[in-house]
């Protein structure tokens, strides 16, 4: 009989991780810890630390786990209630990220790079308008909400900015 332990993870050990820079599953060092979950990490391909997130690979087995149990809920005549069960709620929340990257993609496909204005507090946009944020990358104007405020839809969501300050 054999039986397999796994290393509990701790400061300064090794784990594999999501590099949120090089968008791939790489060996991360731990660096912060609350009780026993890894809360930061560092990227020992790139070196950028950011918060731990499961590999990928793990979380893609997760969901279709958590599809799968879904599904044989709603063959067993079984319904959740007040929004659907913590599963259902995870797979509406997946889809409309999905749905809100793929807007994105869809408005900045075939844009070169020319196209984009780099954004400054000072600029008024309109709808529609290219812009390159540092922080939050390339992004497109959904709509101008008043003068001084215009919402950017970036690939990690919408943000409300200030515009036309002075």
């Known amino acids: 009989m054999t039986t397999t332990t796994t290393k509990k993870p701790k400061t300064g050990g090794e784990i594999d991780a999501y590099c949120t820079k090089c968008k791939l599953d790489l060996l991360h ?10 809360k930061k990490v560092e990227c020992k391909t790139c070196g950028s630390h950011h918060l731990y997130r499961r590999p990928k690979t793990e979380r893609d087995a997760a969901h279709a786990r958590m599809v799968k149990r ?9 319904t959740g209630g007040g929004g659907g069960t ?27 790079s020319s196209a984009f204005t780099a954004y400054r507090i000072s600029l008024s946009f309109g709808p529609g308008d ?8 390339d992004g497109v104007v959904a709509k101008v909400i008043d003068p001084s405020k215009v919402e950017i839809l970036f690939k990690d969501g919408p943000r409300t900015m200030a515009q036309g300050m002075t």
Request: charge should be positive; charged fraction near 35%; hydrophobic fraction near 40%.
């Open 29 to 38: 060092r731990i660096i912060a810890m609350v009780g026993d979950s890894v």
């Open 70 to 78: 879904a599904e044989d809920r709603k063959a067993s005549g079984a």
């Open 86 to 112: 913590k599963s259902e709620r995870a797979a509406r929340a997946e889809r409309a990220e999905r749905e809100q990257v793929s807007a994105w993609e869809h408005a900045i496909a075939g844009k070169p």
């Open 130 to 137: 290219l812009v390159k944020h540092p922080k939050f990358g």
